[in-house]
C-alpha cells in the first residue's frame, strides 16, 4: 500500500511538470500577449490530480482484467479531453480559434495511442531478450 | 576466477572444490548461495504418502485457500507450510513469487510473452501458464538479467 501511494505521489509530480509544459508550449504559441491570474499557477497541480483519479486503481490493485483495463484507459482518455479543453477555455478562452481547441483534442489522442504503441514495443523488446536469456539459463541448467 | 566443470561417472555425490590463494568476500558469497540451495523439501503426493521433492523439478508452488501445493512435471504434491515459508526456502534455487498466491521457478519458465498493465505471461517447460503480476515481474525480470 505504501509502495503505491509512493509511486503514484512520484507519478503526480511527472504528471504536473508535463501539464505546466504543455500549458507553456500552447500558450506561448497561439496566446503570447494575455494576461493570467496568480491564481492559475495552481492549474497544473489541480490538473494534475485530475489527470491521476482514473489511474488511481493501478497503483492499488493488482491484476484488473482486461475488460477493466480498457474500461480504465478508456475514463483517462475522456478526463485527459475533457481536462485539457476546459484548461484551455479557462486560459485562453475566445484568444484561440476552434480549430487550436480541434487540433489539441486530436493531439492528445495520437499522443495516448503513441505512448501505448512505443510502450508495447519497447516491451516486447525486453521480453525478447528476458527469453533469450530463459534459453541459456535452461540450456546451462541442462548442460 | 577461471571455472573448471569435470563430469564423472565414479563420483557418488556432486563435490565442489575451490583452489584458492586467499580466500575473500567473493568466494565466501559463493560458498553462502550454494549452502543456501535447498535439494528436496518434503510434499505429500495425491495418494497422501510423505514424499521428499527435488526442488529443481518444481515448476510452480500455488497457494490455495490455506493450502500450498508443488507442481512438477507429473505430480501435484501438498506441502505443509505457508507460502512465503516455501519463498523462504527455495529462494536460492531460483524459484521466486509470480503473484500474492504463486512462486515460480525461473528455470523452467520456456517462455515470456508481455499481458496488458505491466503483467507477463510465462509459459512453462510443461505447456501450463501461469501469470506474473505487475508488482512482482520488476524481481523476475532483474533476477533473469543478473542471472
Known amino acids: 500500500m505504501e509502495n503505491g501511494w509512493k509511486k503514484f505521489l512520484s507519478d503526480y509530480i511527472l504528471v504536473q511538470a508535463e501539464t505546466t509544459l504543455s500549458i507553456g508550449i500552447i500558450g506561448t504559441i497561439f496566446a503570447r500577449d494575455i494576461k493570467v491570474s496568480l491564481s492559475y499557477f495552481f492549474i497544473p497541480a489541480i490538473l494534475g490530480l485530475f489527470y491521476m483519479l482514473p489511474c488511481l486503481v493501478l497503483y492499488f490493485k493488482d491484476d484488473l482484467k482486461v475488460w477493466q483495463i480498457v474500461l480504465q484507459r478508456f475514463i483517462e482518455w475522456i478526463m485527459i479531453e475533457v481536462g485539457t479543453m476546459y484548461t484551455m477555455k479557462i486560459l485562453f478562452g475566445e484568444v484561440i480559434s476552434k480549430a487550436v481547441y480541434i487540433a489539441a483534442f486530436i493531439s492528445v489522442s495520437v499522443f495516448m495511442i503513441l505512448t501505448t504503441v512505443i510502450s508495447d514495443l519497447l516491451e516486447k523488446k525486453e521480453i525478447n531478450d528476458l527469453n533469450t536469456k530463459l534459453k541459456n539459463i535452461r540450456e546451462k541448467g541442462d548442460a | ?147
Not at chain 2, 523462504?88 to 503473484?99: H, M, P, T, Y
Request: with cysteine; hydrophobic share 40%.
Open chain 2, 1 to 147: 576466477m577461471r571455472l573448471i566443470k569435470r563430469q564423472s561417472n565414479d563420483v557418488n555425490e556432486t563435490v565442489i572444490t575451490f583452489e584458492y590463494r586467499k580466500w575473500n568476500d567473493e568466494l565466501e558469497e559463493i560458498v553462502g548461495f550454494i549452502k543456501g540451495k535447498k535439494e528436496y523439501i518434503s510434499g505429500y503426493n495425491q495418494e497422501k504418502a510423505l514424499c521428499n521433492i527435488k526442488v529443481d523439478d518444481i515448476l510452480y508452488f500455488e497457494a490455495v485457500g490455506e493450502l500450498v501445493f508443488a507442481y512438477t512435471d507429473d505430480a501435484v504434491y501438498e506441502v505443509k507450510m505457508r507460502l512465503y515459508q516455501a519463498e523462504e526456502q527455495v529462494k536460492n534455487n531460483g524459484i521466486l513469487r509470480a503473484s500474492k498466491s504463486m512462486l515460480v521457478n525461473i528455470r523452467k519458465i520456456d517462455s515470456l510473452r508481455s499481458a496488458l498493465n505491466g503483467r507477463m505471461m510465462a509459459t512453462m517447460v510443461n505447456g501450463e501458464e501461469i501469470m506474473i503480476s505487475r508488482a512482482y515481474s520488476k524481481n523476475i525480470i532483474g533476477y533473469i538479467k543478473s542471472a
